[in-house]
């Protein structure tokens, strides 16, 4: 029989899909620069991402300075939060299949975690294949994880769809009652689109800054008072929003404290067009 595997939807157009070329971007993107501050060997280990999803080329050396922070670490599950971002649905879709594959190779799905979650809310939680069939902003994340982290974690991939603006408070009640210790999240989030360098600059700035207080409110407030400034091409100040928001609860309840690690913007890359932008931050979360 064959086994029941989600094929790559973005390889060779967020990243490679030629396994060689990909380990070459990889060891790029993974290779210490110097500026860098590197954090003790004391420091705890990260519980919690929030990491960029655009193509490599333009944010995947934000997205592996948060994930250079887990390299050689070893998680049960990695919980992959992000907003839908290619179909339309209710609730919060699970991805049904039973693998995941990159040019990596395969990463199976914590069924059992799955399972329970449906279990508690089975109106809300949902597999839905279709969901996931095509986006990009989990499946970025994959390839990055099976180059840092020690082989073995399972993973469980979550989209949110249509919710109530609250519903990162439910989420981050039944993932804390279904994770464990030795498990990680990873959000999924841009920041800024479409306003012009400059002004994606100061945006990002403090959105990236509340991410890091775990301050949900002022992130809200914060949106909403850009939004009402007529920014030239501004459309949203970040496109993860429950993603975000649920683990920015989650480390709130826990106390965890977060830190910015790296930011850029679509402008900086080769070639970019500085008058409309998206930004790109990552931002770490760990035990006190």
């Known amino acids: 029989m064959q086994p029941n595997v989600r ?7 967020f990243y490679p899909d030629d396994p060689a070329e990909i ?12 500026t860098e501050a590197t954090a003790p060997a004391s420091t705890p280990a990260p519980k919690a991402l929030v990491v ?13 300075a948060a994930f250079r922070t887990v390299a050689g670490r070893a ?27 990159t040019p990596e190779g395969t990463v199976p799905l914590d069924r059992a975690m799955r399972s329970r979650l449906i279990a508690l809310d089975p109106r809300k939680y949902h597999q839905s294949g279709e969901a996931h069939r095509r986006d990009h902003v989990l499946e970025v ?25 609250d519903a990162y408070r439910q989420c981050a009640d039944r993932l ?3 994770m464990r210790d030795d498990d990680l999240l990873v959000a999924s989030s841009d920041l800024s689109h479409y306003p012009s360098s400059a002004d994606a600059v100061a945006i990002d700035r403090t959105t990236l800054q ?16 850009i939004m009402r400034q007529g920014i030239a091409g501004l459309e949203t100040a970040f496109c993860g929003p429950d993603a975000v928001k649920t683990v920015l609860e989650i480390a709130r309840r826990k106390r965890w404290h977060g830190e910015v690690v790296a930011y ?25």
């Open 7 to 13: 094929n790559p939807a973005v390889a060779e157009t």
């Open 23 to 34: 380990e070459a971007v990889l060891t790029r993107l993974f290779r210490h620069d110097q």
């Open 52 to 64: 960029p999803h655009a193509g490599w080329s333009y944010s995947g050396a934000v997205a592996a």
């Open 75 to 101: 998680f049960q599950t990695v919980v992959l939060l992000g907003n839908a971002h290619t179909a339309l649905f209710d609730g919060i879709a699970l991805d049904p299949h039973d693998a995941w594959l």
């Open 141 to 165: 994340q994959l390839p990055m994880l099976q180059h840092v982290l020690q082989p073995g974690f399972t993973i469980l991939p979550l989209l949110f769809g249509q919710n109530p603006a």
């Open 176 to 178: 804390l009652s279904v």
């Open 210 to 225: 509340l991410m890091a207080e775990l301050d949900i409110s002022g992130l809200v407030r914060h949106e909403s008072t």
């Open 264 to 288: 850029r913007n679509s402008g900086e890359a080769e070639g970019g067009n500085r008058s409309s932008v998206v930004g790109y931050g990552a931002v770490v979360f760990r035990e006190s």
